[in-house]
């Protein structure tokens, strides 16, 4: 069951939403695109993105990217997505310092249980729902971040610049990658807590790495990011910002580095957004 008000991304569709009401003080914008490889095939996009408001407006990210080799990747993909979400929004405060990493890999165990007794229930191998995450949770002054996979989480604040939050994690050939339903995935995590009060950040899988970080060090390459974060901070129509992302992914200089299908999750903090909402409130 999706949480009450997630903001979800199934296949390139995103539900319909407007700024500011609902997630302020962020504003959120994501997209998905099938790939060319999927596309040839007649397969469906893979990978899957949603976000929602959790404990004390704190914003929740999670982008996940589904096996192409697995047979119920997508699917393993929205169901670890939807059963991270429902766990961290589902929390009554927030907590500080070390929590929220734990609250993450919290929510990082709920998915893979999640995704055991889906195979269960299918009477397949696990393996067959095999998907990457990644997962952050944003607040007025920290962002934290967990990542099982390729993909990457970054973030930008106005002491900072734009700063890379994890990197992709590479197999021991090229193009694999970590699964959480590896027995091993729990002793892979990463988790990584960025003090400092965001500004924007975003998060994306795999397919867009070769744009969007400098390899091979895996460090963010600004100019790509520097005009999408402007971009994000003054949307004001979440469905017309949603469209032009997608016409950015599926655009030629885009497309022209990947046939992998693509997932981009942006967003920017706006305090003014919560007082305009406190006041109408």
Not at 70 to 90: N, P, Q, V, W
Not at 137 to 161: F, P, R, Y
């Given at each position: 069951m999706i949480s009450k008000g997630l903001r979800w991304l199934r296949g390139g569709r995103s539900v319909s939403q407007r700024f500011p009401e609902g997630l302020a003080p962020w504003r959120v914008v994501g997209a998905s695109i099938t790939g060319s490889s999927h596309q040839r095939f007649g397969e469906p996009c893979q990978d899957a993105a949603g976000w929602a408001l959790g404990p004390e407006r704190s914003l929740i990210v999670a982008v996940a990217d589904g096996a192409g080799s697995a047979k119920l990747?997508?699917?393993?993909?929205?169901?670890?997505?939807?059963?991270?979400?429902?766990?961290?929004?589902?929390?009554?405060?927030?907590?500080?310092?070390?929590?929220?990493?734990?609250?993450?890999?919290?929510?990082?165990?709920?998915?893979?249980?999640?995704?055991?007794?889906?195979?269960?229930?299918?009477?397949?191998?696990?393996?067959?729902?095999?998907?990457?995450?990644?997962?952050?949770?944003?607040?007025?002054?920290?962002?934290?971040?967990?990542?099982?996979?390729?993909?990457?989480?970054?973030?930008?604040?106005?002491?900072?610049?734009?700063?890379?939050?994890?990197?992709?994690?590479?197999?021991?050939?090229?193009?694999?990658?970590?699964?959480?339903?590896?027995?091993?995935?729990?002793?892979?995590?990463?988790?990584?807590?960025?003090?400092?009060?965001?500004?924007?950040?975003?998060?994306f899988s795999d397919g867009l790495q070769l744009l969007a970080l400098k390899m091979p060090e895996a460090t963010p390459h600004p100019p790509f990011f520097e005009p999408l974060l402007r971009f994000v901070s003054t949307a004001t129509d979440a469905q017309a910002t949603g469209e032009e992302l997608r016409s950015f992914l599926a655009s030629p200089r885009v497309t022209s580095q990947t046939t992998d299908d693509l997932t981009l999750v942006l967003f920017s903090r706006d305090d003014n957004l919560a007082a305009n909402q406190d006041r109408s409130g």
């Amino acid at each position: 069951m999706i949480s009450k008000g997630l903001r979800w991304l199934r296949g390139g569709r995103s539900v319909s939403q407007r700024f500011p009401e609902g997630l302020a003080p962020w504003r959120v914008v994501g997209a998905s695109i099938t790939g060319s490889s999927h596309q040839r095939f007649g397969e469906p996009c893979q990978d899957a993105a949603g976000w929602a408001l959790g404990p004390e407006r704190s914003l929740i990210v999670a982008v996940a990217d589904g096996a192409g080799s697995a047979k119920l990747g997508g699917e393993g993909a929205r169901l670890a997505i939807s059963t991270a979400i429902d766990h961290l929004t589902g929390r009554r405060s927030l907590g500080s310092g070390e929590s929220h990493e734990k609250d993450l890999i919290a929510a990082l165990e709920r998915a893979r249980s999640a995704l055991a007794s889906e195979a269960e229930d299918r009477g397949v191998d696990i393996r067959e729902l095999a998907t990457t995450l990644i997962l952050l949770q944003a607040t007025h002054d920290s962002v934290t971040a967990l990542q099982v996979g390729d993909g990457s989480a970054v973030i930008e604040d106005n002491q900072n610049g734009i700063t890379g939050l994890t990197k992709p994690q590479v197999g021991e050939y090229v193009n694999e990658t970590i699964f959480i339903t590896a027995e091993d995935a729990m002793d892979r995590v990463e988790t990584t807590t960025h003090l400092g009060a965001p500004s924007g950040g975003a998060v994306f899988s795999d397919g867009l790495q070769l744009l969007a970080l400098k390899m091979p060090e895996a460090t963010p390459h600004p100019p790509f990011f520097e005009p999408l974060l402007r971009f994000v901070s003054t949307a004001t129509d979440a469905q017309a910002t949603g469209e032009e992302l997608r016409s950015f992914l599926a655009s030629p200089r885009v497309t022209s580095q990947t046939t992998d299908d693509l997932t981009l999750v942006l967003f920017s903090r706006d305090d003014n957004l919560a007082a305009n909402q406190d006041r109408s409130g």
